[in-house]
């Protein structure tokens, strides 16, 4: 199996996860010549404990179990490697190379992506570090601030468009999303934009009104392009963990989302729940929040982040 080149940027995001996690592993490898039941037993605690997941977890050491039967065991970096292959294959990881380094898919009007998740969890943050790397990359971007309940919402993205020299459609706070959405469209066919990017609140009263709300946002999206959006991107927290899946769970059963955003590895062990998320969801992770700054979003590469979650010599 042939990994990516090194990404430090990526093993610096998903440092306390990788400490965590290895530390265990080594801790738990310590002194063993074989894996046995009492290893099984661990490993799975240490999966568990990574925010990995209980089915994907078990998964996992299922087809260890098998393997190690044939296989004979076994040093840390070898456990290390076969865990890593063993991963990677139970992984339900999509071809994105179209949305490698930041390019959209080519079409004829804007790229129109809607952004949704419950408040807090980085949706606003997300969108400005995304046009910041589309800017970079000579796309002519529009964030619309459809989070209209609170003006510090409104505030908030319009100072990331300044940041990031990009443009910024509003109808102030307490306007109707979904006319910000349509318009916000609307801007950006008339402009002649490549990408729209709109914001939503994630914090409506009930689960119902939000997913209502959401729905309508998006058919509104849809009155003013034809197939738009091109994109329903959930944006997850990583550093609530299990949390983050029920959140998934709950938003992809509810609403049609096509990709999903795991923001804040940088500042937790939990990462694991990236690869209970790529097991368990057809959906897959498209950006990685690894910090705060404008520079902190990644596409996500499930080979590589599997790669450098397990191992520190990654092939260049
Ligand atoms: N450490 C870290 N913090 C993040 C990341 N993404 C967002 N945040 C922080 O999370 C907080 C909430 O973000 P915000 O974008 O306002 O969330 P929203 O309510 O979903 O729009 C802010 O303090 C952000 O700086 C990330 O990848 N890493
Ligand atoms: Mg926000």
Excluded at 11 to 18: A, H, P, V
Excluded at 121 to 133: C, M, N, S
Excluded at 208 to 226: C, F, H, P, T, Y
Excluded at 245 to 252: H, L, P, R, V
Aim: glycine share 8%.
């Amino acid at each position: 199996m042939v990994f990516k080149r090194k990404n430090e940027d990526l093993e610096k995001g998903i440092e306390k996860t990788k400490d965590s996690f290895l530390d265990k592993i080594s801790k738990a490898v310590a002194g063993k010549s074989k894996v046995d039941i009492e290893f099984l037993d661990q490993l799975e605690d240490i999966l568990i404990a990574s925010d990995v997941g209980l089915e994907t977890t078990v998964k996992i050491i299922n087809r260890l179990e098998t393997r190690v039967q044939k296989d004979k065991y076994l040093n840390t970096a070898e456990l290390n490697q076969i865990l890593k292959e063993e991963i990677i294959e139970i992984l339900n990881l999509k071809d994105q190379s179209i949305f490698e380094n930041f390019r959209i898919p080519q079409k004829s009007g804007p790229y129109v992506l809607l952004v949704v998740g419950v408040n807090g969890v980085g949706k606003t943050t997300t969108i400005g570090k995304l046009a910041h790397k589309f800017t970079q990359n000579g796309y002519k971007v529009v964030v619309g601030a459809g989070d209209t309940f609170r003006a510090a919402a409104v505030d908030q993205l319009k100072i990331w468009s300044e940041r990031v020299g990009c443009y910024f459609f509003d109808k102030g706070m307490q306007a109707d999303p979904a006319a910000v959405a349509f318009e916000t469209t609307k801007f950006a066919i008339d402009n002649h934009l490549d990408i729209a990017i709109i914001d939503t609140a994630g914090r409506l009263h009930t689960k119902i009104n939000l997913m209502q709300e959401l729905s309508k946002i998006k058919r509104s999206v849809g009155k003013a392009l034809d197939n738009a959006p091109d994109d329903v991107m959930l944006v997850l927290d990583a550093s609530t963990g299990q949390n983050a899946i029920e959140q998934a769970k709950q938003f992809t059963t509810a609403t049609e989302v096509s990709c999903l955003a795991l923001t804040k590895l940088d500042g937790t062990a939990k990462g694991g729940v990236a690869i209970g998320i790529s097991d368990q969801f057809e959906i897959p992770i498209r950006y990685i929040g690894v910090g705060e700054g404008i520079e902190h979003l990644q596409v996500f590469n499930g080979y590589q982040f599997v790669s450098t979650m397990l191992d520190n010599q990654i092939a260049e």
